[in-house]
T-cell receptor
Framework: DPKIIQKPKYLVAVTGSEKILICEQY?????MYWYRQSAKKPLEFMFS???????DNQTASSRFQPQSSKKNHLDLQITALKPDDSATYFC????????????FGPGTRLTVL | GEQVEQLPSILRVQEGSSASINCSYE??????FPWYKQEPGENPKLIID?????ERKQIQELIVLLDKKAKRFSLHITDTQPGDSAMYFC????????????FGDGTQLVVKP
């Protein structure tokens, strides 16, 4: 059983549109993250949340907005999509603090035409 | 924030030989160093980690060394097999950094039969 679910697995969007990437984790973790992976940047940190609160934001553009409706959910809304946003987006989770291992979800591969 | 440098970017070895990947970091407050393996089309998975109170850790054919004075750590894979071919990422976490892990840019390991 997958412990971190990301939906959809593949997503094609047109330039200028808006999409929401879904992430749910069933590991009982209280910290969640978003990363982006593309040919330009192998594994790029975007956001971290702890107990549903934003802890760190390394994404310059406000077009990227995380949304946490529940403790085990951290969705990523992307508005005004650009071809440069094409990448695989990984959600991850861990226990808060200590030497907690981060577990990665399967990823959503986004292509913006 | 922390900066993690990883070399080489591509590493080709013969099956049965050893492979070494080297990483360095800047922040002396970094206290946790995980290594992730990512196969094509898959998510990154933790394969071994080391804490700052250790200098060496081994899990089967994986050996991690940590030199805190030099701020360097390395992964050594002994007796490489074709199944070891993948992208490897080193990472560092700074104590008190809100759980954030700083990743290196990755090493593509190719094990030739």
């Amino acid at each position: 059983d997958p412990k971190i679910i990301q939906k959809p697995k593949y997503l094609v969007a047109v330039t200028g549109s808006e999409k929401i990437l879904i992430c749910e984790q069933y590991l009982g973790h209280n910290a969640m993250y978003w990363y982006r992976q593309s040919a330009k940047k192998p594994l790029e940190f975007m956001f971290s949340y702890s107990y549903q609160k934003l802890m760190d934001n390394q994404t310059a553009s406000s077009r990227f907005q995380p949304q946490s409706s529940k403790k085990n959910h951290l969705d990523l809304q992307i508005t005004a999509l650009k071809p440069d946003d094409s990448a695989t987006y990984f959600c991850a989770s861990s226990q808060d603090g200590g030497y907690a291992e981060q577990f990665f979800g399967p990823g959503t591969r986004l292509t913006v035409l | 924030g922390e900066q993690v440098e990883q070399l080489p970017s591509i590493l080709r070895v013969q099956e049965g030989s050893s492979a070494s990947i080297n990483c360095s970091y800047e922040d002396s407050a970094s206290n946790y160093f995980p290594w992730y393996k990512q196969e094509p089309g898959e998510n990154p998975k933790l394969i071994i980690d080391i804490r700052s109170n250790m200098e060496r850790k081994q899990i089967q054919e994986l050996i991690v060394l940590l030199d805190k004075k030099a701020k360097r750590f390395s992964l050594h894979i002994t007796d490489t097999q074709p199944g070891d071919s993948a992208m490897y990422f080193c990472a560092a976490r700074v104590k008190g950094s809100n759980n954030r892990i700083f990743f290196g840019d990755g090493t593509q390991l190719v094990v030739k039969p």
